[in-house]
């Protein structure tokens, strides 16, 4: 649903119709993703859901109605061979004007809230969103077990939809997770390698040692943002971190000894923090992988970042059972 944000909250800016394009279950079509999206206005896809000729199958059954309804789109491996794609599919894919989606979709949107639209798969029942704190909109019966299961599916802190069987119907819960933006404050290897773990992660990296701007982006962080404070300097890092424990983002993390540990958290208490609010302070940051190299270290960080964000302790999918993706 990444590139559908642009243009739907063009859409919702503007007034103009258009429908919201969504993959309720997919088989098939390659590298696409289940949580792929787009939004037809005026005939044009923008964004792409399946790729090539499937993607012009979409537009052609929006007629420029702009209605709600579900659509199947099946394309054999050959017809996708001659068309270039990677290979045929089939999907399942549920069509919303978007001038029916609730009204508080573009103030969320806006603000970056990881958030999901929650419908019943055959477009029976208008879209509801969910966010970490809130719901809108009613779902019958099973609301509140929707509104749990999608919230457990925004802690995973990825972009996807996924279907769900409950007691009225078979819904599909769509997570929109705006894209990390992450902030290292430091410099030299072990900075850039944390900036190549995150740009191959597809976030949005600033490497920066100031005050000021660390503050800036501070203000602005929500859930999905991570930072990583690699400086030492007592000028830098205790105002930084004062300044994070005062912010919504989702990770908070520091690099130091534990002697360096103990000096922030007693100045940060002594400035009016709780115990409780330092334990959203990972230090010293990263799991315990046995690294001992810049990039070894980096991937400890990257790692416990994103158990961090989907609820996980980390260990070995080997001694897990369960889903082993998400």
């Known amino acids: 649903m990444d590139a559908a944000v642009t243009?739907?909250?063009?859409?919702?800016?503007?007034?103009?119709?258009?429908?919201?394009?969504?993959?309720?279950?997919?088989?098939?079509?390659?590298?696409?993703?289940?949580?792929?999206?787009a939004v037809i206005i005026d005939g044009a896809l923008n964004g792409s859901v399946l790729g090539g000729l499937a993607d012009g199958s979409i537009v052609q059954a929006d007629v420029d109605d702009h209605a709600r309804r579900t659509l199947r789109v099946t394309i054999t491996d050959r017809a996708a061979d001659d068309a270039g794609m990677v290979c045929g599919g089939a999907a399942q894919l549920l069509l919303s004007p978007v001038a029916d989606l609730p009204v508080e979709l573009t103030d969320l949107l806006r603000s970056a809230q990881p958030l999901a639209l929650v419908s019943a798969s055959d477009g029976s029942s208008p879209d509801a969103?969910?966010?970490?704190?809130?719901?809108?909109?009613?779902?019958?019966?099973?609301?509140?077990?929707?509104?749990?299961?999608?919230?457990?599916?925004?802690a995973a802190g990825a972009?996807?939809?996924?279907?769900?069987?409950?007691?009225?119907?078979?819904?599909?819960?769509?997570?929109?997770?705006?894209?990390?933006?992450?902030?290292?404050?430091?410099?030299?290897?072990?900075?850039?390698?944390?900036?190549?773990?995150?740009?191959?992660?597809?976030?949005?990296?600033?490497?920066?040692?100031?005050?000021?701007?660390?503050?800036?982006f501070l203000i602005t962080a929500g859930p999905a943002d991570a930072l990583a404070i690699l400086s030492h300097d007592a000028s830098v890092d205790v105002p930084i971190l004062d300044a994070?424990?005062?912010?919504?983002?989702?990770?908070?993390?520091?690099?130091?000894?534990?002697?360096?540990?103990?000096?922030?958290?007693?100045?940060?208490?002594?400035?009016?923090?709780?115990?409780?609010?330092?334990?959203?302070?990972?230090?010293?940051?990263?799991?315990?992988?046995?690294?001992?190299?810049?990039?070894?270290?980096?991937?400890?960080?990257?790692?416990?970042?994103?158990?961090?964000?989907?609820?996980r302790t980390p260990g070995r999918l080997t001694d897990a059972a369960g889903p082993i993706n998400g």
Not at 132 to 152: F, S
């Open 159 to 216: 972009t996807a939809t996924i279907e769900h069987e409950l007691s009225t119907g078979t819904f599909a819960i769509a997570t929109i997770i705006p894209t990390t933006r992450c902030l290292i404050v430091g410099s030299g290897p072990m900075a850039d390698a944390i900036a190549a773990q995150g740009a191959l992660m597809g976030w949005e990296v600033t490497i920066d040692e100031s005050v000021a701007l660390a503050t800036d």
């Open 244 to 311: 994070a424990l005062n912010s919504s983002i989702g990770y908070i993390g520091g690099m130091g000894s534990r002697g360096t540990q103990t000096r922030r958290r007693t100045t940060l208490i002594d400035a009016g923090h709780t115990e409780e609010d330092l334990e959203r302070i990972h230090g010293p940051i990263g799991l315990d992988l046995g690294s001992r190299t810049p990039a070894e270290t980096s991937v400890a960080i990257v790692a416990e970042f994103l158990a961090h964000r989907s609820g």
């Open 129 to 154: 969103i969910v966010t970490k704190r809130n719901a809108v909109g009613d779902l019958g019966p099973d609301t509140d077990a929707l509104v749990e299961l999608a919230r457990t599916q925004i």
């Open 7 to 37: 243009p739907l909250l063009h859409a919702l800016d503007a007034g103009v119709p258009a429908t919201l394009v969504r993959i309720t279950s997919l088989k098939g079509f390659g590298l696409r993703d289940a949580g792929d999206g």
